[in-house]
């Protein structure tokens, strides 16, 4: 997750997901260096996010499809987890508000003199 911090490599990421490229093309209009985009793809492929093969004297990178689904199932669990809990959570507030009230709703508090059935006393 820590290589895709930088916006820079997202954006290179971005790119990437167009379709393979090398790093001289990914480099145009950005506001880095060639050098610069090497460093950001080799952090990419080190958190296999990407891969490179050599065609002739280039390198082309490319999406690593298993990393890209790794990060998926990441944010999958991650957000599955955390409506698990948000419903448990719910759920145990809709019971402790449930005994507060009646089947009806909630009851207005009472006044001095009123008895249970509302009427003074």
Do not use: C, K
């Amino acid at each position: 997750m820590d290589a895709l911090g930088d916006a820079t490599r997202r954006t290179v990421l971005e790119r990437l997901a167009a379709g393979p490229s090398s790093v001289g093309r990914l480099a145009e209009g950005l506001p880095v260096s060639r050098p610069a985009v090497s460093q950001h793809l080799r952090v990419l492929r080190e958190a296999g996010l990407v891969s490179d093969r050599r065609v002739g004297t280039r390198r082309v990178y490319e999406v690593n499809p298993a990393g890209i689904a790794a990060v998926g199932d990441y944010w999958n669990q991650f957000w599955s987890q955390a409506l698990e809990r948000y419903r448990v959570a719910a759920e145990a507030a809709g019971e402790v508000s449930g005994r507060s009230g009646s089947a009806s709703g909630p009851q207005r508090p009472r006044t001095e003199g009123e008895g249970q059935d509302g009427q003074g006393g």
